[in-house]
């Protein structure tokens, strides 16, 4: 009754069950998780903020610090060029494939995506105190490895009360999830459109 699904995809979004109740919000916007500041006069952001999680942590800013990093050291960065073609079509697909060939690049890339994810997710813990984390989406499905980093960092800096009965888990339905979605919300107003 009590969780927050974030899904890491090219964005980050999500959504908060308090109580049972999905959070909508005023203008049905809660739930843009993506868009919580975790460093203040940071990253410019798409949504025109600066510093938000996703401009660090989505797979468009993963993609745009790992051609930051190559274009400043394109030693360390060869691995990443090679496989990319260009530094231009770096993407976080680029840096996820470079971290199975265990990449030092790709290394560091992915482990401070990892902070920055535990670091927005210690906020949503303690602001909404969630029974559970569950995160799906591609980055998470490509990177696995994020999930015992994110929960590892979550439980060291979360309020030790809301961390205590939290579980930290990988999205079950994987990219079938936004079908599956729809679907039962299609079912939903067929439904209530019965009534």
């Not at 697909?93 to 920055?116: H, R």
Request: proline share 2%; aromatic share 4%.
């Amino acid at each position: 009754s009590d969780l927050v699904c974030i899904f890491v995809g090219t964005g980050i979004g999500g959504g908060v069950v308090s109580g049972g109740r999905m959070l909508e919000g005023c203008s049905n916007t809660a739930g843009e998780l993506g868009h919580t500041t975790i460093v203040a006069g940071g990253r410019r952001c798409h949504c025109s903020n600066m510093g938000c999680l996703e401009a660090y942590a989505g797979g468009w800013g993963i993609a745009e610090r790992a051609i930051e990093a190559v274009k400043g050291n394109g030693i360390a960065g060869r691995n990443l060029l090679k496989l990319a073609g260009a530094v231009e079509n770096i993407t976080a697909a680029t840096v996820s494939m470079a971290y199975k060939d265990k990449d030092p690049l790709a290394f560091q890339l992915i482990e401070e995506t990892g902070e920055y994810l535990a670091a927005g997710i210690v906020s949503i813990v303690n602001a909404f105190n969630p029974r559970m984390i569950i995160l799906g989406g591609g980055v998470i499905e490509k990177l696995i490895v994020l999930i015992p980093m994110i929960e590892q960092g979550v439980r060291k800096n979360a309020l030790e009360a809301a961390v205590a009965p939290l579980k930290i888990v990988k999205a079950a339905l994987g990219d079938k999830a936004a079908v599956i979605g729809a679907a039962s919300l299609a079912r939903e107003i067929r439904l209530l459109k019965k009534k």
